[in-house]
């Protein structure tokens, strides 16, 4: 029970370390911070663990790898949290209505969203940002995902199945 504190240490440190960074610096790439933390608290816990508990049985080996696999899944859910929160779509419209108190109508705030041409006002703001971020290619009225988004398409529709998060499958 105890070796549980050393990943919740873990967890709390990222959440400060990404909070900070957020709330402090304002970085334009974030994630680059979020898993850079993650990995050096991953490196520190682990270190940690095996000073406080050598690795001398299979358990105290089973105990790090799960104390590590705990806190890289807490730390990508906050990680999750973050993006969802503050970079969604909802968190996108309080903020644009925070700092543009004119988008407090409904119409001009419709009217922000709306893009050039073809694009809906759900498209006009988030598909500039996955082109420029490299998630996909746009061409007149295709759009083709790149690597990097078919890497994320495959991984999301994996976690959707295991996890059964509404798309079917789970773990039997």
């Not at 109508?105 to 050039?116: A, F, K, P, T, V």
Request: proline share 4%; charged share 20%; aromatic share 12%.
């Amino acid at each position: 029970m105890i070796r549980l504190l050393l990943p919740l240490a873990g967890i709390l440190w990222f959440l400060v370390l990404s909070w900070t960074t957020v709330r402090v610096f304002r970085p334009r790439d974030p994630k680059r911070f979020f898993l850079a933390y993650a990995l050096l608290l991953l490196i520190g816990a682990a270190f940690l663990y095996q000073t406080l508990w050598p690795i001398e049985r299979i358990e105290d080996a089973l105990g790090l790898a799960c104390d590590l696999l705990l806190q890289l899944l807490a730390c990508l859910t906050l990680w999750n949290a973050f993006y969802s929160l503050l970079w969604g779509f909802s968190g996108s419209l309080i903020y644009d209505m925070f700092n543009q108190p004119a988008l407090c109508n409904r119409e001009r705030l419709i009217r922000s969203y709306e893009g050039d041409g073809d694009l809906d006002r759900i498209l006009a703001r988030r598909l500039p940002n996955l082109v420029r971020g490299g998630w996909v290619d746009r061409r007149d009225r295709m759009l083709r995902l790149r690597p990097k988004g078919l890497v994320m398409a495959v991984g999301t529709l994996a976690s959707f199945r295991l996890f059964s998060l509404g798309m079917g499958g789970g773990v039997k």
